[in-house]
Every structure is written in structure tokens, then in C-alpha cells.
């Protein structure tokens, strides 16, 4: 059982370690290509390189019931679509400049989390959570800007990619509520291939629907090379990972074990880009950091409810 768990919280580290690695060093070197192109590309990579080992999934997905396909079209949609796009513009928008940023604030999904399965699920709102998602809010706010007030003009990059990085927190954060439900009929290997095959495919169809097609031609060797890498490692491979711990620790384990994403995502930034953050947003990182862990960790019970 103890074997069970290292395993489980190791694996949810290296996944965090990963998102870190490729939302500061991957995905912005995809630049040069068009957002909805790069949405396409990596998903198409890793679905195709798992059809030798997960092609059984496809008499899975045979047996599904109608409202299963609808949840696995709603975790395609958000996390996949809205999700992949919105964090991808947001890393476009700040060009090399504090993508540390872009990433933490992504990390105010369990918010949007929790909010969504209270809406869907009717999981009731508490006092406790509304309080350190406010927190959690206003250290977003202090990462982001600092004490100034931002600026909302159409030029305002900072601004603009703070406000796609919100989406895609909330985009993932309801990706998590419904693979939850995904979770009871397919096991984690299965529901990754199943994500990234119809994600691939919506994806698709935006692209020929926008009239852009597939331009395949305007993908250099060096470009290929690195959707490779995040296809094995930081896109599927890193969802296969934090599926596996997943199922094997406690949400409060995985809450502690998620915290290396920022701090890779900090370290990476400095050594990297060269990019630290101010006197403010370190305090708006801190705050925001504790505050997505007191919402993501349920408060303990009383001794005497516990012995019962």
C-alpha cells in the first residue's frame, strides 16, 4: 500500500514537473504557427503514437451509452479545445516575457473546479471555499500586475494573457469535473485516448470550418521535432502519469504533489528566459499558491467525527 502511494505521488510530481517544463520551454517555441494549427498538432502527434498499444480502446468506446459520449465530448471540448487554445494564446501573448505567469495562473483551476461541480453536481459552496477562492483570486490579481491597475486596451498583451489563462483554467477545471464521470467507465489509458482521438478530431473540423486547412507544409523539421517531444513526454505522456497517481493517492496528496508545477514553472522561467518575477508578484504567488491548496485540501475532521 505505501509502495502504491510513492508511486502514485511520484508520478503526479514528474506530471507537474512536465506541464511546467513544456509550458515555459515547449509550446512558445511553437510561435510561428497558427493557434487553432498548434491545438491540431498536439493532439493529432500523441493520439497517433498510441495506436499500437491503446488500439483495444476503440471496443471500449463501442460500449459506451449516449450521456458517456456526451461526457467525453465535454472533456474533448474544454480541456482539449477551449483548454489547449486558450493556455496556448496566453504563452504566445507574453513572448518569452514571465511565462512562469501564464502558468500560475492556470493553477486557479481548481476554483473554477469546484464552482462548476457545485453548479452541475450540486456540491454545496462553502464559507471556507469562498473565502480562499477570493484569496486566491486577489493573489492572481498581484501575480499578474502588481499593485498596478491594469491596462485593458487592445495592446495590453499582460492583460490579454492573463484573461486567456483564466479561461483555460476554468476550461480545465471543468474538463476535471466531467472526467470524473469519464473516470467510471473508462480506465485512465482509455480516457486519454479517447480525449485526444475526438479532441483530434474537433480540431479538425474547426480548422477546415475556419478555412485555414491543414498546413502541414509550414511545419519545419526542427518544429516536427519538438511536437514530438511534447507529444511523448509533456502531452500524453504527462496525462497518463497524473492519471496513473491519480488513482492510486488521495485528492489531498495530489493537491501537495500539483505544487511542482509552479515551482518548476518559476525555475525554469529564471534559468531559461532569464525572467523573475517582482517584489509583488512573488507575494501574489505565495498567496495564491497557499490559497489553491487550502481549496483544494478538504479541512480535516473533528477527532471525535473521525473516531465513528
Not at 465530448?73 to 501573448?93: D, Y
Not at 473508462?186 to 485526444?196: G, M, P
Not at 488513482?247 to 522561467?269: G, N, Q
Request: hydrophobic share 60%.
Amino acid at each position: 500500500m505505501v509502495r502504491r502511494s510513492v508511486a502514485g505521488a511520484l508520478s503526479i510530481c514528474l506530471a507537474a514537473i512536465l506541464w511546467g517544463l513544456d509550458g515555459v520551454v515547449l509550446t512558445p517555441r511553437l510561435y510561428a504557427l497558427s493557434v487553432p494549427f498548434v491545438v491540431f498538432l498536439l493532439h493529432l502527434v500523441p493520439f497517433v503514437l498510441m495506436q499500437p498499444f491503446l488500439y483495444p480502446t476503440y471496443g471500449a468506446l463501442r460500449r459506451l451509452a449516449f450521456a458517456d459520449w456526451l461526457t467525453l465530448a465535454l472533456v474533448a471540448l474544454c480541456g482539449g479545445i477551449v483548454g489547449t487554445f486558450s493556455i496556448v494564446k496566453a504563452l504566445f501573448l507574453v513572448d518569452f516575457n514571465q511565462v512562469s505567469v501564464v502558468v500560475l495562473l492556470q493553477k486557479l483551476q481548481p476554483v473554477f473546479a469546484i464552482l462548476l461541480a457545485a453548479i452541475i453536481l450540486g456540491e454545496r459552496v462553502t464559507r471556507r471555499f469562498l473565502l480562499w477562492s477570493s484569496l486566491a483570486i486577489a493573489g492572481a490579481y498581484l501575480l499578474a500586475f502588481g499593485l498596478a491597475v491594469p491596462a485593458v486596451g487592445s495592446d495590453s498583451r499582460t492583460a490579454m494573457a492573463a484573461a486567456w489563462a483564466a479561461v483555460a483554467a476554468a476550461a480545465f477545471g471543468s474538463a476535471t469535473v466531467f472526467g470524473k464521470r469519464l473516470l467510471q467507465v473508462l480506465d485512465f489509458r482509455q480516457a486519454t485516448f479517447a480525449r485526444y482521438g475526438l479532441t483530434t478530431l474537433l480540431a479538425l473540423g474547426f480548422l477546415m470550418l475556419s478555412g485555414e486547412g491543414v498546413p502541414f507544409a509550414s511545419v519545419t523539421p526542427t518544429l516536427w521535432v519538438l511536437i514530438l517531444i511534447i507529444g511523448l513526454t509533456t502531452g500524453s505522456g504527462a496525462i497518463l502519469l497524473y492519471y496513473f497517481g491519480l488513482s492510486r493517492v488521495p485528492a489531498t496528496v495530489s493537491a501537495i504533489c500539483e505544487m511542482c508545477l509552479p515551482l518548476s514553472a518559476i525555475i525554469l522561467d529564471y534559468l531559461i528566459n532569464g525572467s523573475r518575477l517582482g517584489p509583488w508578484q512573488w507575494v501574489g504567488a505565495v498567496i495564491l499558491m497557499f490559497a489553491i491548496f487550502r481549496v483544494s485540501v478538504p479541512p480535516a475532521k473533528p477527532s471525535s467525527e473521525r473516531a465513528t
